[in-house]
C-alpha cells in the first residue's frame, strides 16, 4: 500500500477539542511530515512521520507545539499555526484557506511529468518547434503556473513573512517549496509548518531543514538554524523557483569527469561527504552562475536574463558566493522582498503565449517572439510599475506612494481609470485625487 493511502484512513481524527476531521488529498511531504486536506475547506492537518514514510507514532508534539503557542508572532502574519493538537494520534490542526496550493506547482517534478505523459498535451505553436521535448514540456508547465510573473509575485510575499518574523527575533527553520502555499492568481501567501519555529539561540538549538535546502553551517553541523541561514534556504527556493534548477547543481555534478575523485583532486574538509548531490548541498561546489569560478557551471534551467533582474542576480550571487563561507554577508530578507516585488512590477505578461517578461529588456517576447503589445507605466519618485495597454482599471499600490512595507506593499492607495487610446489616466469616482509626484507614460506595441 503507498505510504501515502497508508495514513489515509475512513475512520476520522478526532482533535482536543472533540472536533472529528476527515482526511483528503496529500498536500505536500516533507521529511519530517506530510500535510493533508481535510473535508473542511479551510483546514489542513499535518503528521509527523518516520524515515520510511509512515506515520511517527512516537512523536510527542504536545509540548512543543504549546511552546509555538507562546512565541511573540507579528498581527496578522500569514504563517498557519497549529490550532488543534490530534487526541489520539500525534499530528496538529492547523488552517489553510481553501483552493492554496504548495511552491511546489512551480517546479517540473516527477509529480508534474506523470501528470503530462497522462494528458498527453498539444504543445501550442511556440513550443512545437523546440527539439527538446523535454524543455518544451517544462516551459509548458512554467506558463501554465503563471510563468516568471506569478513566481517573482509569490516569492516577495514569502520574503515579506520571514522578514517580519526575523525582525520579531523568530527563525523559520525549514523553508521549502513544500512549506510555502500560494492561493489562485495572484493572492495570499502563507507560510505553514511552523513545527521548528523557535527564538534564535546564541547557540545549541535543534536544526531541521529540507535536503537541498539546508545552509551550508546547518548541513555540516558548524552552527544551528539563525534567520541567516533562513536567508540561504529562501534564496534556493527563489533561484529553483524562477530557473527551474538548483543553484549548485552544476556541471560537476551532472556531467563529472571520468578522473574525479583521482589522486590530484583538490582537497576538502575532512567531513566533506563523497557523493557529489551532497557536496554540492553542503557548498562544498561553487555556485552554477559564481561570477569568478566556472567550474560548476550550470547546463541547465532557464536563461537567467530572462526570469531575474540585475538586482535579484545580484543578491544570489553575495548569498551563494560571499555569504557561503561568511553567513553575515547573506542579504537579508528585506531585500528579497524589495527586489522581486521591483522585478514583478517591471514584468508584463504576452498574450500570446502566457510567459512574462521585462519591458525595459525586450520588444517583443523572447518566447514566442510576438511583438510586445502596449503598455502604460506608472511613475513615482518610489519607483514606476507596468501596466498593461489594455487595462481599464487600476489599482496602484501602497509601495509606489511610500517606503516599502512588508505588510502592506500591495494594499490599494489609489484607483485609476486608464483610457490608452486617448492616453490619460483619471482617479475612479469616489476616489482620493492623484498626488503630484504620480505620472503616467503611455508606450506603444511595438512591431
Not at 513550443?127 to 514540456?137: F, N, P, Q, R
Amino acid at each position: 500500500m503507498d505510504k501515502s493511502e497508508e495514513l489515509k484512513r475512513s475512520k476520522p481524527l478526532c482533535d482536543e477539542y472533540g472536533n472529528q476531521h476527515y482526511l483528503a488529498e496529500e498536500l505536500a511531504r516533507g521529511g519530517q511530515g506530510v500535510v493533508f486536506r481535510t473535508r473542511d475547506a479551510d483546514l489542513a492537518i499535518k503528521q509527523p512521520i518516520d524515515k520510511s514514510g509512515g506515520l511517527d507514532k512516537d512523536a510527542n508534539l504536545l509540548e512543543r507545539f504549546k511552546n509555538i503557542r507562546l512565541l511573540p508572532m507579528p498581527s496578522r502574519i500569514p504563517v498557519s499555526l497549529p490550532l488543534a493538537i490530534l487526541r489520539d494520534e500525534p499530528g496538529y490542526v492547523m488552517r489553510l484557506l481553501n483552493g492554496m496550493q504548495p511552491f511546489g506547482i512551480f517546479e517540473h517534478d516527477g509529480r508534474t511529468k506523470k501528470q503530462q505523459e497522462d494528458c498527453n498535451p498539444l504543445l501550442p505553436e511556440w513550443l512545437a518547434k523546440i527539439t527538446d521535448k523535454e524543455m518544451a514540456l517544462r516551459l509548458l508547465q512554467y506558463a501554465k503556473t503563471g510563468s516568471t510573473r506569478r513566481r517573482l509575485f509569490a516569492l516577495s510575499k514569502c520574503a515579506s513573512i520571514l522578514a517580519r518574523l526575523h525582525s520579531a527575533g523568530l527563525v523559520y527553520g525549514d523553508i521549502s517549496t513544500n512549506n510555502a502555499f500560494i492561493a489562485d492568481g495572484l493572492s495570499d501567501v502563507w507560510l505553514i509548518d511552523a513545527d521548528n519555529m523557535r527564538f534564535e539561540m546564541p547557540g545549541g538549538g535543534t536544526s531541521v531543514y529540507t535536503p537541498g535546502y539546508g545552509a551550508p553551517e546547518v548541513v555540516r553541523e558548524t552552527d544551528s538554524s539563525r534567520p541567516r541561514s533562513d536567508c540561504w534556504a529562501f534564496a534556493v527556493m527563489a533561484f529553483k523557483t524562477l530557473a527551474l534548477c538548483h543553484p549548485f547543481i552544476g556541471k560537476k555534478v551532472l556531467e563529472p569527469d571520468e578522473d574525479e575523485g583521482g589522486w590530484d583532486t583538490e582537497p576538502v574538509a575532512d567531513a566533506s561527504p563523497a557523493d557529489l548531490d551532497e557536496k554540492a548541498y553542503a557548498g562544498y561546489l561553487p555556485f552554477i552562475d559564481d561570477d569568478d569560478d566556472d567550474s560548476n557551471q550550470g547546463v541547465g534551467g532557464l536563461p537567467r536574463v530572462l526570469v531575474t533582474t540585475p538586482g535579484l542576480r545580484r543578491l544570489f550571487q553575495e548569498t551563494f558566493c560571499g555569504g557561503k563561507e561568511q553567513p553575515h554577508r547573506r542579504p537579508a530578507m528585506a531585500f528579497w522582498a524589495l527586489e522581486l516585488k521591483k522585478a514583478f512590477d517591471l514584468s508584463l505578461q504576452c498574450h500570446a503565449c502566457s510567459m512574462s517578461y521585462f519591458v525595459d529588456d525586450h520588444t517583443q517576447c523572447p518566447y514566442c517572439h510576438v511583438a510586445r503589445a502596449s503598455f502604460i507605466r506608472a511613475i513615482t519618485a518610489r519607483g514606476n510599475m507596468v501596466i498593461p495597454g489594455s487595462a481599464t482599471e487600476f489599482a496602484l499600490p501602497h509601495r509606489l506612494f511610500h517606503p516599502f512595507s512588508f505588510e502592506h506593499d500591495d494594499a490599494q492607495e489609489y484607483e485609476a481609470v486608464l483610457d490608452f487610446k486617448a492616453k490619460t489616466a483619471f482617479p475612479a469616482r469616489g476616489t482620493k485625487t492623484f498626488p503630484d509626484t504620480l505620472a503616467f507614460e503611455f508606450v506603444g506595441g511595438t512591431k
